[in-house]
Nanobody, 126 residues
Framework: VQLQASGGGLVQVGGSLRLSCGASGITFSSYAMGWFRQGPGKEREFVAAISRSSTGTSYADSVKGRFTISRDNAKNTVYLQMNSLKPEDTADYYC????????????????????WGQGTQVTVSS
């Protein structure tokens, strides 16, 4: 199983980035997906999650209204569109996958997830 995150980079305050996470080795449409992040000196925190059918999504309060999670099951890829970026969004961003029996369930605790990608770094400069 491999989750490959990409799309990070350096962006100015107020800018946008789109992260992608491609999955292989799993039946992607059977997995709920999530994004987490870990900033410098901080613990890993939940960012966003999406059910396997895209019918359910959840966001951390800190990103609600600015970030959008989506997925394309035909491309085995989950996305995180990040707009209006702030310096506090600076972090390594990780995608994660968990098998789900429910088409609408999503998970916002990192302990639920089985597979993790390597991080992609996002730096927001002021």
């Amino acid at each position: 199983v491999q989750l490959q995150a990409s799309g990070g980079g350096l962006v100015q305050v107020g800018g946008s980035l789109r992260l992608s996470c491609g999955a292989s080795g799993i039946t992607f449409s059977s997995y709920a997906m999530g994004w987490f992040r870990q900033g410098p000196g901080k613990e890993r925190e939940f960012v966003a999650a999406i059910s396997r059918s895209s019918t359910g999504t959840s966001y951390a309060d800190s990103v609600k209204g600015r970030f959008t999670i989506s997925r394309d099951n035909a491309k085995n890829t989950v996305y995180l569109q990040m707009n209006s970026l702030k310096p506090e969004d600076t972090a390594d961003y990780y995608c994660a996958a968990v098998y789900s029996n429910s088409a609408s369930s999503y998970y916002y605790t990192w302990g639920h997830y089985t597979y993790w990608g390597q991080g992609t770094q996002v730096t927001v400069s002021s």
